[in-house]
Nanobody, 126 residues
């Protein structure tokens, strides 16, 4: 079992940066591939990116590639989403999610993730 809590959301102007954190608990956290998703009002939950168990491999959606970076610190049981060059269309609730232990990180569908945080709001003003 993994519990996840996101933080770091807020209001930022276009072109600015934010760093989201996802604190995890549970015995298997360091064995779990992790993902970030976002959901804007009236839209489906959208894949942002994912990272493998040790942080050595990442995978991003085209919409954020080159602007967002995912990293993790297993000693702190935390995954990060660094967001740069933010655009108004990045406005959404951002969720972190964990796959079941020892599954791969190349997973872009919400149904491929077993555990979810409560989400944190990111609003980018123009």
């Amino acid at each position: 079992q993994v519990q996840l809590v996101e933080s770091g959301g807020g209001l930022v102007q276009a072109g600015g940066s934010l760093r989201l954190s996802c604190a995890g608990s549970g015995r298997t956290f360091s064995s779990n591939a992790m993902g970030w998703f976002r959901q804007a009002p009236g839209k489906e939950r959208e894949f942002v990116g994912s990272i493998n168990w040790n942080g050595g491999m990442t995978f991003y959606a085209e919409a954020v590639k080159g602007r967002f970076t995912i990293s993790r610190d297993n000693a702190r049981n935390t995954v990060y989403l660094q967001m740069n060059s933010l655009k108004p269309e990045d406005t959404a609730v951002y969720y972190c999610a964990a796959r079941a232990a020892r599954l791969g990180y190349l997973a872009g569908a919400p149904t491929q993730y077993a555990y979810w945080g409560q989400g944190t709001q990111v609003t980018v003003s123009s």
